[in-house]
T-cell receptor, first 109, second 116 residues
């Protein structure tokens, strides 16, 4: 069965303290790797799509990268408003969309 | 753009009752997805439609669950009869044909279902 695993489960940072979130996935049949942000009581909000190893995408303080077996979401100089749960998802050849359990990020001022 | 619209936002019902969740996708989007989110299992894809046709319902937990999409602007997810283990947040998402393979999905605010 296709698997998507995120780590850590929770991460607490001080404002300005950069870090990375990890997403590992089943490699076979991957058609795309997605990152979403989810705020409490809301639906996930699309951030990035990555297709091939070596690809990188950036948006404000966030940068997503993809290797052959994992993806990273780098957060540079985070602010309290970056606090949220970040979800990774993988889409496979059979159109199966698998989400990881998420990393709950808290940024303290 | 109003985004994906879901109703109701909250539903409390008793075990055995029928529950119907509703979704209006973003205009022009041709794919629609139903997800369920719980603390234990995270976000799970239940079923998705392409051009109003169900493509993959392998995520539907059992026969008590059914979904329809009678037209491009409306979909329902029905649970009959409901059970306490169905308590979860149900999300609807849609995606545009113009994103090609990127499969960017836009989620609604969700319906929080509680079955007592």
């Amino acid at each position: 069965e296709d698997q998507v695993t995120q780590s850590p489960e929770a991460l607490r940072l001080q404002e300005g303290e950069s870090s990375s979130l990890n997403c590992s996935y089943t490699v076979s049949g991957l058609r795309g790797l997605f990152w979403y942000r989810q705020d409490p009581g809301k639906g996930p909000e699309f951030l990035f799509t990555l297709y091939s190893a070596g690809e990188e995408k950036e948006k404000e303080r966030l940068k997503a990268t993809l290797t052959k077996k994992e993806s990273f979401l780098h957060i540079t100089a985070p602010k309290p408003e970056d606090s949220a749960t970040y979800l990774c998802a993988a889409r496979y050849n059979n159109n199966d969309m698998r989400f990881g359990a998420g990393t709950r990020l808290t940024v303290k001022p | 753009d109003a985004g994906v619209i879901q109703s109701p936002r909250h539903e409390v019902t008793e075990m055995g009752q029928e529950v119907t969740l509703r979704c209006k996708p973003i205009s022009g989007h041709n794919s629609l997805f139903w997800y369920r989110q719980t603390m234990m299992r995270g976000l799970e894809l239940l079923i998705y439609f392409n051009n109003n046709v169900p493509i993959d319902d392998s995520g539907m937990p059992e026969d008590r669950f059914s979904a329809k999409m009678p037209n491009a602007s409306f979909s329902t997810l029905k649970i009959q009869p409901s059970e306490p283990r169905d308590s979860a947040v149900y999300f609807c998402a849609s995606s545009s044909p113009w994103t090609g393979a990127s499969y960017e999905q836009y989620f609604g605010p969700g319906t929080r279902l509680t079955v007592t």
